[in-house]
């Protein structure tokens, strides 16, 4: 559980400073701070090139994918994480925020750290998404200028600042195919068990983005606007990276890059995890 203590504190060299921590609850804490990116960084990011840009978005994609296959692989085999997280070379990670440190400082501790690093995985998986999202809004600053200045119309407002914001959160909608439902916050980071036997529904809210899963006699689907995805067994996500099992449009920038990931084994049971900065919403409750 996330609010298990440890039996003794757990320390981590981070910078120059040794921080303490008494539970997984307390890392998630204070490694949420952290999935921003500094100011430093973002300066960094305006100065670099269009190319430069692209080649930074190959390498976080490569990186995401690297997270989320340790992550995809743990599920199974929960105690091989400690020796993933080591075959990595540190260098891979930004020390933007501290992060190369962290991970170096986990390498040094025992398996037994194993729920904190997953929390860690997650908490940079979510890192990168901001790091991402971020290239993304200045690369499509430059081609809006970039036209701007080709079509010769210099008085055309720019409206890069306004991909900054994000649509009001819904607690409650009305299904697409169901009558007005309430819907209930997944907890972040947190595998959620439900139940979906064969010719169940569940709406589902990204944020405010809905979609449902609908179960079939042998395949679990995830129906959106943009049509029918079949899950595959094992881990999928659905977020708007292009590495997504559901590939979300990327107008939809409430919703994150791995935003949700569904967990399909044998048996009736999904498992959900919220890996989202806005949320993920399933309505309570799962008729037939």
Request: net charge negative; with cysteine; aromatic share 6%.
């Amino acid at each position: 559980m996330l609010d298990k203590l440890f039996k003794k504190p757990l320390e981590l060299k981070i910078g120059d400073q040794t921080l303490q921590f008494s539970s997984v609850t307390d890392v998630a804490f204070c490694l949420e701070g952290r999935t921003s990116i500094s100011t430093v960084k973002l300066a960094e990011l305006f100065t670099l090139s269009g190319e430069e840009l692209e080649k930074q978005a190959y390498k976080l994609a490569d990186l995401n994918k690297k997270m989320f296959k340790i992550l995809n692989n743990i599920v199974d085999e929960p105690e091989n994480i400690d020796r993933s997280m080591r075959e990595l070379d540190t260098q891979m990670f930004s020390q933007d925020q501290n992060w190369r440190d962290i991970i170096q400082s986990l390498n040094k501790e025992q398996s037994e750290i194993n729920a904190i690093r997953v929390t860690v995985i997650m908490k940079y998986m979510k890192y990168l998404s901001a790091v991402e999202d971020t290239i993304e809004h200045i690369r499509a600053g430059m081609k809006q200028n970039t036209g701007a200045v080709a079509n010769g119309d210099a008085n055309k407002p720019n409206e890069f600042e306004e991909t900054w914001s994000l649509n009001p959160l819904r607690e409650e909608v009305k299904s697409a195919s169901q009558t007005e439902a309430e819907f209930k916050r997944l907890p972040k980071d947190t595998a959620v068990s439900v139940m979906l036997p064969p010719g169940g529904k569940i709406g589902v809210l990204l944020a405010s983005y809905p979609g449902e899963l609908v179960a079939t006699n042998d395949k679990v689907q995830y129906i959106d606007d943009s049509g029918i995805t079949v899950l595959n067994n094992g881990t999928n996500m659905i977020g708007r990276s292009v590495k997504s099992t559901v590939k979300i449009d990327p107008a939809q920038k409430n919703v994150s890059r791995t935003h949700l990931s569904i967990h399909i084994s044998d048996g009736d049971a999904l498992q959900l995890t919220d890996h989202s900065s806005e949320g993920t919403f399933i309505s309570s409750d799962f008729t037939k």
